[in-house]
Each structure stands twice: as structure tokens, then as C-alpha cells.
């Protein structure tokens, strides 16, 4: 377990040290006023205390990401680790921090409109698709399948379309009521539950003396699938995920401060990144290893898993946890994916929310389309997601560049995890199943290429701009 007890203590450095390097290089202003108070419409622009923000956040950007994610990234063995220490240090936290923290600077802006500010109007409109797209997909497959479970754990007269359609109607008013009336109350709540889970995971392996076997430099999966670039994949919401970058503008209306903003963005994925660690070294050492974790998602999945881990670790009571949060999480994750798609259609159409018939307007026609969704099989298309959820994370660090050189900032910080991302994205669409099936021979240099001129590209616009600022100067 050494190597686990180190990750976590880098994790926790990471924050204290690379955090606060950070936030100085984008530069807060405690003083400057935050759109929760020069806005504040009592809807979506709320404020809130932090620590409240922090739970909030930690439970919209995690759901079951770090503990599914991680159960299925540790079939690839104790590198698992390495990609949730240095991806969410120098990534996620990085990308999560950014994206929060622009949408302050720019009045609470979605995720696309803060892309378009930093990256050209043309990709602003893909942008808003995309976004929207996404989030339907995550609400509609987070409607489905903790209404399937409540129906296995429930009389057959309670069947799934019965818990489908109070799972939508909860998400109704989570979509349209003031942030602070369901979201605020009961998220810290569940945000807390989820911490005191993990937490109480680790804390068993540790004391019962669970041992973690294989090499860190071997590729362990059973089937021998290639770490680069599903691991990067596999492993989103505990090292990366551009699902994030939809949340963040919400927690961003209701921050009273900017200088809370690490403690909220980068802290909270520094929390989730604990968590994904904590599980993908449960599901690695309660099972011997990848092969013996593989049989045991042959049988039921990550759910089985994690009801196995907590009830053995924890009792009767870890296991009454576990499926809280096998069916709570999923929930509070689709329901505020429903409110970011509102917000961003919302800001697109520059529609004002704080009559509620105008939040009317748009969430009814989302959820009839995630209703209308939720009757299909999803297995194929949400496979899809996990490429688009990277892409995601790609496009907004190459916006934070923008930002960063834009202001003459430091932008290695997100220009670096930017091709990173591209690369990782680009390589598993060449090769993954729903992608073009190439071989790793091809889709290997493939994806190094396509992130190597991706860069160019960008540095060669984004020095065509600090010219053009230069010479204006010049002329002023």
C-alpha cells in the first residue's frame, strides 16, 4: 500500500503547492466583485458559503466518475495511480480551476461562451452543440440506470418506468427551481456521504492490511488493451474530465470571492482525485489483482464491486452506503447536467432566467428529449462519451491558453495538459472500436501528429494576436 499512501500525500502537496502556483499565475482579485453579488437574481446567481460551494461541486463533477472510472481503470494495475496523481494535479484541477474561474471573470458564462470569448465565434457555435449534446447524454443515461436499479431492489410493481418518472420529475425541479431551494440543501449533504465512504474505504484497507500486487511499470490489464490512450479514457472525472468544465459555471454563479476559487475548483477535483485513488486501490487489492477484479465485474459490473468492497470493509453499514451512492450520485450528476444544458442554451440566446416561465421554456423541451432518449439503447452511443467527455477537457485548456497569452500570462501550465489531451483524444478515436479501429502503429504517431500541429497552429494564431495587440498599442 505504499504506493497508495504516497499518491495521496502528493495529491495533498499538489494542492498546497502547485494550487497556490496556480492561482497566482491567473492572478485572483479579492476585491473585484463576483457575479454571485453584482448579479445575484436569486435563481442562479446565489451566494453561498464555500465550504457549502466546495460539497456542491465535489458532487456535480464526481457522481460515480471516480468510482467507476477508477474500478475499470485498475484492470490497467498500479499505473492506474500515476495517471489520477499527475493528470489531476497538472490536468484536471488545472482545467476545473480555469473553467470556474473564467466563468467568473466573464458574469457567470457557460463553458461555451467562455470558448468562443478565448478561441473565435465559429467554434463558440460547435461549442454550444456539443456542450448541450453532452449533457443530455449524461442526464438521460443518469435518469436510466439508477431507475433500472431501484426497480431490481424493489417489488416488480415498482417496476422501471416507475422510478423513471420520479427520477424525472425531480430533475423537473432541480432544473427550475433556485439553486439554493434543492441543490444547496441536499447536495452537502450527499457530497459529505460520498467523502465519509471513501474515506472510510481507504482507512480499512489500511488498517486490515490489504496488500496491492504487480509491477507499476506493467501493463496489467487481463485482455492486454493498450494503456495509451484508454487508461487516459477509462480514468476521466478522477484525473480529467470536460464534463467538469459544464459544472463549474454553476458553482461559479454563487462563489463570493475569487479567492475562493482554489479551494472550490481546484480543491474539489483534488477531493475527487482522492476518491477515484481510494477505489481503484480497493478494486486492486480486495480482488489480487486486475485478473480477480475482472471476474468480479463479469458478475455484476462496477456496482458489484463497490457493494462487495463496502460491505466487507465497512459492514452493514458501508453496504447501505454503497447503494446510496451507486443510486444517489448518478441522480445529482443527471440533474444538474439538465440545469447546465438550461444555462447554456440560456446564455446562447442571452434569455433571462429569473422568470420562471422563461426556465419553463427551456427545460421542458430538454427533459421531453432525455425522456425520449431514455427508451433507447444507449450502450452504443454512450460509448461515444467517453471520447467527446476529453475532447471536452481539450478544447477548454486550449481556451485557458488563449486566456493566459492573451493577458502575457504563463500558459505552459494549461498549454502543456492541453496537447496531452489532444493527443489522448485524437489516438483513441484512431484506434477504439466506435472510432476507426486502427492499429496502434498507426494510431500511435497519429495522435502524436494531430496534437503536435494542433500546437503550432494555436501558437502561431495566438502570436498573430499579441502582434495585433502590439501594433494597436503602438498606434494608440
Known amino acids: 500500500m505504499g504506493l497508495f499512501l504516497i499518491s495521496i500525500v502528493l495529491l495533498i502537496v499538489g494542492y498546497l503547492i502547485y494550487g497556490k502556483f496556480v492561482e497566482k499565475v491567473f ?21 453561498m458559503d464555500w465550504k457549502k460551494i466546495f460539497l456542491i461541486q465535489l458532487l456535480n463533477i464526481a457522481g460515480l466518475g471516480p468510482i467507476f472510472g477508477a474500478i475499470a481503470g485498475a484492470l490497467f494495475g498500479p499505473a492506474a495511480f500515476l495517471w489520477i496523481v499527475f493528470g489531476c494535479i497538472f490536468a484536471g484541477a488545472v482545467h476545473d480551476f480555469f473553467s470556474g474561474m473564467l466563468s467568473i471573470r466573464h458574469n457567470g458564462a457557460s463553458v461555451s461562451e467562455i470558448v468562443g470569448i478565448y478561441l473565435g465565434d465559429g467554434i463558440r457555435q460547435v461549442m454550444r452543440v456539443f456542450s448541450v449534446v453532452l449533457l443530455i447524454l449524461v442526464g438521460t443515461v443518469f435518469m436510466t440506470g439508477p431507475a433500472k436499479l431501484l ?21 423537473f425541479f432541480a432544473t427550475i427551481l433556485p439553486i ?18 471513501a474515506l472510510g474505504i481507504g482507512g480499512g484497507l489500511v488498517l486490515k492490511g490489504y496488500t ?8 496489467a490489464h487481463p485482455k492486454g488493451l493498450p494503456i495509451w490512450s484508454l487508461l487516459f479514457v477509462t480514468i476521466a472525472c478522477g484525473a480529467i474530465s470536460g464534463f467538469h468544465a459544464t459544472q463549474s459555471p454553476m458553482m461559479a454563479r454563487c462563489v463570493t470571492n475569487e479567492k475562493y476559487g482554489r479551494k472550490v475548483f481546484y480543491g474539489a477535483m483534488i477531493a475527487e482525485g482522492i ?10 487489492a480486495f480482488f489480487n489483482g486486475s485478473e480477480g477484479l475482472m471476474a468480479a465485474m463479469a458478475k455484476g459490473g462496477q456496482g458489484a464491486v463497490v457493494h462487495t468492497v463496502s460491505t466487507s470493509v465497512l459492514g452493514m453499514v458501508g453496504g447501505i452506503l454503497a447503494v446510496l451512492g451507486v443510486i444517489a450520485c448518478p441522480i445529482t450528476s443527471g440533474d444538474t447536467a439538465f440545469r447546465s444544458a438550461r ?20 427545460a421542458v423541451p430538454l427533459l421531453a428529449i432525455g425522456i425520449g432518449l431514455s427508451q433507447i439503447d444507449f450502450n452504443i452511443i454512450w460509448r461515444y462519451f467517453a471520447w467527446s467527455n476529453q475532447t471536452l477537457a481539450m478544447i477548454m485548456l486550449w481556451a485557458a491558453s488563449a486566456y493566459l497569452i492573451k493577458y502575457n500570462k504563463l500558459h505552459w ?7 496531452f489531451m489532444t493527443a489522448v483524444s485524437a489516438t483513441y478515436i484512431m484506434q477504439a472500436p466506435e472510432g476507426f479501429k486502427l492499429s496502434t502503429a498507426i494510431a500511435y504517431p497519429g495522435g502524436i501528429i494531430v ?10 494564431k495566438a502570436s498573430k494576436k499579441q502582434k495585433d495587440v502590439g501594433a494597436k498599442s503602438i498606434n494608440a
Request: aromatic share 12%.
Open 275 to 284: 476518491i477515484a485513488l481510494i477505489w481503484a486501490a480497493a478494486a486492486m
Open 413 to 419: 501550465i494549461t498549454t502543456i495538459p492541453a496537447v
Open 451 to 460: 496534437a503536435i500541429v494542433v500546437f503550432i497552429l494555436f501558437m502561431a
Open 180 to 197: 439554493d431551494k434543492i441543490i444547496g440543501k441536499i447536495y452537502p449533504l450527499f457530497g459529505a456521504v460520498l467523502l465519509i465512504m
Open 212 to 219: 496491492i500486487p504487480g509491477s507499476v511499470f506493467v501493463n
Open 27 to 47: 492572478g485572483i482579485d479579492a476585491e473585484r466583485a463576483t457575479p454571485a453579488v453584482e448579479l445575484k437574481d436569486g435563481v442562479d446567481y446565489e451566494p
Open 151 to 171: 426497480a431490481s431492489l424493489t417489488p416488480n410493481s415498482l417496476n422501471t418506468n416507475f422510478w423513471l418518472i420520479l427520477i424525472i420529475v425531480y430533475y
Open 343 to 362: 444555462l447554456t442554451i440560456a446564455d446562447a440566446f442571452n434569455f433571462g432566467q429569473k422568470n420562471v416561465r422563461n426556465r419553463l421554456y427551456i
